[in-house]
């Protein structure tokens, strides 16, 4: 089996203000933990869906 990349969001705080980090591309979430450690951010969850905005009006997206 193929291991596919999956696109991790992060955030970070800044003087008391949390902020979106960068995206995390790895293969796992611990690989995406460990990443996020390095550079002192949160992984917040795993973005599930991509949707186009060309032609498509009523799609619900999932982050988990």
Do not use: Q, R, W
Request: hydrophobic share 35%; proline share 2%.
């Amino acid at each position: 089996m193929t291991d596919t990349l999956k696109i991790y969001l992060t955030e970070f705080e800044y003087n008391g203000v949390t902020y979106d980090g960068p995206n995390i591309v790895a293969k796992n979430f611990k690989e995406a933990e460990k990443h996020a450690e390095d550079l002192g951010i949160i992984v917040v969850g795993k973005l599930d869906t991509f949707i186009s905005a060309y032609g498509v009006e009523d799609h619900k997206t999932t982050i988990h």
